[in-house]
Every structure is written in C-alpha cells, then in structure tokens.
C-alpha cells in the first residue's frame, strides 16, 4: 500500500512539473527572442552608421590631392603640398610653415573638385 501511495505522489508531483517546464520554456524563448531584437536594433542604430561613417572618411582621405586644403583632427588647416603613402606635408600659416601629418589625421577637404560635384548628383 505504501508502494502504490509513493507512486501516485510521484505521478501527481510530475505532472505538476509539467506546465511549470512549459512556461519555463517560453519565458526563455522570449528572452532569447528579445536580447536577440535588442542587438539587431543596436546594429542598425549604432554599428551600422559608425561603418559608413568609416567608409566616407577612408574614401575622403584616399581621394586627396596636391593642393587641397584640409584640416587636421588637432584643428591645423592647411594646403596639401606632398603626399605619400601613410602621411601628407601641409603647408599652413602666413610664414608657410610645413608639416607632416598621418593620412588618418586628417578629419576633413575643404576643396570641392568637379568629380566630387558629379558624385553628389548621381546620389
């Protein structure tokens, strides 16, 4: 009697596992559903632009020239003068001081050439 007592305990304790486990399952479901929600939307409003932004500037710098005028992430403007592989010469100031500069240093061109205008208006 004992025996058939314990296994009616066990069944009555299994079954009120059952839709315990089943709501486990789907509070992590939706936890998984969210977190994975919350990192698409932090990749297209983060990530996403940060990257453009990159690409811009690294085609901004690529696209320099002998004689465009620029200006450093420091704040120096100047005229490019010689440019090299990783660095440019800017000739800056009224006593036409020179000086060299990484390729990365470089935030902005304030020279508008007529390829540029064309890009602009294909966009």
Avoid: C
């Amino acid at each position: 009697m004992n025996t058939s007592l314990l296994n009616l305990m066990t069944r009555a304790q299994a079954s009120a596992q059952e839709p315990a486990q089943a709501d486990m399952t789907g509070s992590m479901i939706y936890m998984i559903v969210s977190i994975a929600l919350m990192v698409v939307v932090f990749y297209f409003f983060a990530i996403r632009p940060q990257k453009k932004k990159e690409k811009e500037a690294k085609e901004m710098r690529d696209n320099l020239q002998i004689g465009d005028e620029v200006t450093t992430i420091g704040g120096i403007t100047g005229i490019i003068v010689r440019k090299n592989e990783d660095t440019v010469v800017i000739e800056t100031g009224g006593d036409r001081s020179k000086i060299r500069v990484k390729l990365w240093a470089i935030s902005e061109n304030a020279t508008i050439h007529d390829n540029a205008e064309e890009v602009v208006k294909k966009k």
